[in-house]
T-cell receptor
Framework: GENVEQHPSTLSVQEGDSAVIKCTYSDSASNYFPWYKQELGKRPQLIIDIRSNVGEKKDQRIAVTLNKTAKHFSLHITETQPEDSAVYFCAAYGTALIFGKGTTLSVSS | GAGVSQTPSNKVTEKGKYVELRCDPISGHTALYWYRQSLGQGPEFLIYFQGTGAADDSGLPNDRFFAVRPEGSVSTLKIQRTERGDSAVYLC??????????????FGPGTRLTVL
């Protein structure tokens, strides 16, 4: 079955810096890759997703890139703000949605 | 409109007891998913329904876990003979249709299960 690895597990940046979170997946049949943000005690919320037929997608300060050949995808957050602090999960959908272990992002002002 | 709702929000039970966790998906969503999230981990897939039928139950850890969705809307996750290792937040999600092109999965607030 699908296996998703996510790095780093924790990431600390200064406000205004960029943050990058990377994920790899194992099942070449996976074709949908969402990213979720989860604040403490809250439900996961979708922030951006990408499908296998595109290599990059951007939404304001957030972008995701996908390399199907290498089976990895990345989340890029530019001009980070303290409210970006949360746990971020990548996921890959083959026959089911499989999540990475999460990255705790801390943005200090 | 209303989002995904789950009840109860918290459930404390004793080892060996039976529990039921309920999920109310977004109206009109045909796909419903159950996940389990342990502290410091990502959501772990358990089972998903397309309509009334369980399309994929490969994530259920053992036969103590069972889920139903008899009318294609509300779903109940049932855990028999609970063990301390079952303690986690159980998340439910729904999407318009299933599959990778089914669109965003919307999550409920979760049920925090504690087995003493």
């Amino acid at each position: 079955g699908e296996n998703v690895e996510q790095h780093p597990s924790t990431l600390s940046v200064q406000e205004g810096d960029s943050a990058v979170i990377k994920c790899t997946y194992s099942d070449s049949a996976s074709n949908y890759f969402p990213w979720y943000k989860q604040e403490l005690g809250k439900r996961p919320q979708l922030i951006i997703d990408i499908r296998s037929n595109v290599g990059e997608k951007k939404d304001q300060r957030i972008a995701v890139t996908l390399n199907k050949t290498a089976k990895h995808f990345s989340l890029h957050i530019t001009e980070t703000q303290p409210e970006d602090s949360a746990v971020y999960f990548c996921a890959a959908y083959g026959t089911a949605l499989i999540f990475g272990k999460g990255t705790t992002l801390s943005v200090s002002s | 409109g209303a989002g995904v709702s789950q009840t109860p929000s918290n459930k404390v039970t004793e080892k060996g007891k039976y529990v039921e966790l309920r999920c109310d998906p977004i109206s009109g969503h045909t796909a419903l998913y159950w996940y389990r999230q342990s502290l410091g981990q990502g959501p772990e897939f358990l089972i998903y329904f397309q309509g009334t039928g369980a399309a994929d139950d490969s994530g259920l850890p053992n036969d103590r876990f069972f889920a139903v969705r008899p009318e294609g809307s509300v779903s109940t996750l049932k855990i028999q003979r609970t063990e301390r290792g079952d303690s986690a937040v159980y998340l439910c999600a729904s999407s318009l249709i299933s599959g990778a092109f089914g669109g965003e999965q919307f999550f409920g607030p979760g049920t925090r299960l504690t087995v003493l």
